[in-house]
Structure formats: structure tokens, C-alpha cells
């Protein structure tokens, strides 16, 4: 079952340890646990911390070789066998801030169509996870987040989908 849990306080006052003692005593029987820790010094970066936990999951690191890279990514997006597989590995590829790729050319559309067709494919996956099994999202210093990862949570908090099949902490 899906659900939202805040937990809210001054600083210092244990939140964080609070959270993980809930995780050490919760039973996602196999589930996804994964963590957006949102910083000041990313809340001008969009989509910073889903870049890091999209790129982990692909196995994608940083300054790795741009086809390796790309190669990665045309995996992960077939693991998840999303829709338009060519435009998600363009749009992630992007998304990821890795050099354009011949074999997937990125629409020719504006800064903010793209961020909502990369908002399309980051709910896709979320899609396809929350289907295969329990799925735990714990968001560290929300006050932190940056605007478009902020609009993307809005959008999947508003999607009863969402809601019945997540766990927000």
C-alpha cells in the first residue's frame, strides 16, 4: 500500500535518525528503497537528485566513456521496457548530461518541453518499479528540493497510481 509519512522538527533533533530506525524496522519484503536527499547547493539544478539515483540504477557514472555510458542506459531502459525506447535513452542521455549520441537524437523541442518529456519517462520508470514491488521513497530535506524535481513530485503525489502503490517518507 501506498502513503505519505512526514516527519517533521527543529534541526538537530534526531528526523534522520528517527527515519532510519524505521527503515531498520520496516519489511518491504525485497522492495526498492531509494533516497532523494535534496541540498542548498543543488536547489538551482533541476532534477539533481533523480539524476542521481536514475544514473545509479543505470550504472552510469560520472566521466564514464560516452558509449559505454550509452550502452548502460539503452540496458537499463530495456529492462523497464518503456514506451519509445529510442526517445527515452535520448531524453535520460540528456538528462544525464552525456555527450549527444548519433543512434539517439534528442527532439528538437524547447528547454521546457524537454524537461516535461524527461518528467514523462522519470514517472514512466517510477511506473514500471512500483508495479514489480514494494517501492519506498525517502526524501531527505524536502525545504532543499529544487524547483523541477519539486513539480515532478508534485505530479506523481497527485496520481492516485502513485499514491496507492509508494510510500513517500
Do not use: N
Amino acid at each position: 500500500r501506498g502513503g505519505v509519512l512526514v516527519v517533521e522538527g527543529e534541526a538537530g533533533i534526531g528526523k534522520s535518525a528517527l527515519v532510519r530506525a524505521f527503515l531498520d524496522h520496516a519489511s518491504f519484503h525485497g522492495g526498492i528503497v531509494r533516497t532523494i536527499e535534496c541540498s542548498p547547493q543543488y536547489a538551482d539544478s533541476p532534477f539533481f537528485p533523480v539524476v542521481r539515483i536514475l544514473r545509479a540504477a543505470a550504472g552510469i557514472s560520472e566521466g564514464m566513456e560516452r558509449d559505454t555510458a550509452v550502452d548502460r542506459l539503452v540496458s537499463y531502459v530495456r529492462s523497464l521496457s518503456l514506451p519509445e525506447e529510442r526517445a527515452a535513452v535520448a531524453l535520460l542521455g540528456r538528462f544525464f548530461s552525456l555527450p549527444p549520441h548519433p543512434d539517439f537524437p534528442l527532439p528538437a523541442l524547447p528547454v521546457p518541453a524537454l524537461r516535461e518529456e524527461i518528467s514523462k519517462v522519470i514517472r514512466s520508470i517510477l511506473r514500471v518499479r512500483a508495479g514489480e514491488t514494494s517501492f519506498l521513497l525517502l526524501i531527505e530535506d524536502l525545504h532543499w528540493i529544487d524547483l523541477s524535481t519539486g513539480e515532478l513530485l508534485r505530479g506523481v503525489l497527485s496520481d492516485s497510481f502513485f499514491t496507492k502503490k509508494l510510500f513517500f517518507l
